[in-house]
């Protein structure tokens, strides 16, 4: 009779702010097969734990291994507390999101990329960006603590959790402040009206987008095009050849708007609940 177990191959690492952390030996009645690597999430703590990686030895795919190796994480998980398992599976790998999706795992948010050009795209006329000035951002990021709980909450992440990331995420980012060379925060203006904003980081060889939002009474109009093609242009400024972002299952029209600008799926999010 096959048996298939997890074998740690470490100690249980703690960090000082009660991270877990552990590496396992996928077995097969005490053959290695695999390997899978479990820790909690690095935001969200003891309610989130992720499968940080899964791997099955080629011999020995196609035999199940992954599942109950996945499943054996499920009860590791539980017993670290954790009421969420999330998982993050390459747009490519169409045998692990299948796994994943049959497993019952539910698609959280995708990531895109882009591939970018020398030359910087130009603005639509009457549009014009410029910088956003501290009297607008600390409304800004007061707002998104609100936008930004209730983003997680709708997906499964426990609300306190959610709205102590989002705070946390807040305080470091009114830190910061306007000044850092990280990071741009814009305003884009059509025909001298505020019609949107937007937030990209440079990280590495990469820029992301992490908000770009346009103004209710303003949606409709073309201007979240204009907020991305002013994001090409910042990363392009910055030396950077590659724009990525994430975007929230379910919101089509922003998926689409993506998808027309040449951005493609590089990995799925996804969560279990284990309660």
């Known amino acids: 009779m096959m048996t298939t177990t997890l074998r740690p191959t470490e100690p249980l690492q703690r960090g000082a702010d009660g991270a877990l952390s552990r590496h396992y030996s996928v077995c097969v009645n005490s053959r290695p097969v695999g390997a899978i690597h479990l820790a909690t999430h ?6 989130v734990a992720q499968i940080r990686d899964l791997r099955i030895d080629e011999p020995d795919r196609r ?24 998982v ?10 299948r796994l994943a999706t049959m497993l019952g795992y539910v698609h959280r948010n995708r990531g895109m990329e ?6 910087a795209p130009e603005l639509p006329a009457g549009s014009r960006a410029r910088p956003m000035t501290q009297a607008e951002f600390e409304p800004w990021a007061r ?28 305080r470091q980012l009114v830190e910061r402040g306007l000044v850092t060379e990280e990071a741009r925060y814009s305003v884009l203006e059509h ?17 992301f987008v992490y908000d770009v939002e346009s103004e209710e009474a303003f949606r ?22 590659v724009l990525g972002l994430n975007v929230f299952a379910g919101n089509t029209p922003a998926e689409r708007l993506y998808e027309s600008l040449g951005y493609t799926a590089v990995g799925y999010s ?3 609940s284990l309660l």
């Open 88 to 97: 993050r599976v390459p747009a490519d790998a169409g045998p692990a999101l």
């Open 143 to 170: 707002r998104g603590i609100v936008e930004y709980t209730r983003d997680w909450t709708e997906r499964g992440v426990p609300e306190t959790e959610a709205r102590a990331r989002s705070e946390r995420d807040n």
């Open 270 to 272: 996804m969560y279990k």
């Open 42 to 47: 690095p935001s969200f703590g003891t309610a």
């Open 114 to 119: 882009k591939q970018l050009g020398a030359t």
């Open 220 to 241: 409709g109009r073309g201007h979240g095009r204009s907020l991305m093609l002013l994001a090409e242009a910042q990363a392009i400024a910055s030396g950077r050849r």
């Open 63 to 86: 035999r199940g291994r992954g599942t109950v190796a996945a499943l054996a994480a499920e009860e590791v998980a539980r017993g670290w507390g954790c009421g969420q398992l999330e």
């Open 191 to 207: 025909e001298g009206v505020r019609v949107g904003v937007l937030w990209v980081e440079f990280v590495d060889d990469k820029a």
